[in-house]
């Protein structure tokens, strides 16, 4: 069955950065879009950035572009997501997606938390 699971959250001030992984198994990883998505504490879920199967397109939300940056490595079934000049706002629990055969699935995500 399709896992995703996401790594590399914490606690980063202000202007600082934080890398984010997610590991994919139960699928063919490089021939699939994958997707980064947050939810805030109290809000709803916001789409962050996603790249397509052979990392040749990327696309972000306006709120984050300039400052993170999507990729993916297929031999290791890993998306990332460098996330650089950090602000309050981008605190909350950051998921990797994927849509599979018409499905969405999403990790149980990892906890991003910007503050000084």
């Known amino acids: 069955q399709v896992q995703l699971v996401e790594s590399g959250g914490g606690l980063a001030q202000p202007g600082g950065s934080l890398r984010l992984s997610c590991a994919a198994s139960g699928f063919t990883f490089s021939s699939h879009v994958m997707s980064w998505a947050r939810q805030a504490p109290g809000k709803g879920l916001e789409w962050v950035s996603k790249i397509w199967a052979t990392g040749s397109e990327t696309s972000y939300a306006d709120s984050v572009g300039g400052r993170f940056t999507i990729s993916r490595d297929n031999a290791k079934n890993t998306v990332y997501l460098q996330m650089n000049s950090l602000k309050p706002e981008d605190t909350g629990l950051y998921l990797c997606?994927?849509?599979?055969?018409?499905?969405?699935?999403r990790g149980k995500g990892t906890l991003v938390t910007v503050s000084s």
């Open positions: 997606g994927v849509n599979r055969n018409g499905l969405d699935y």
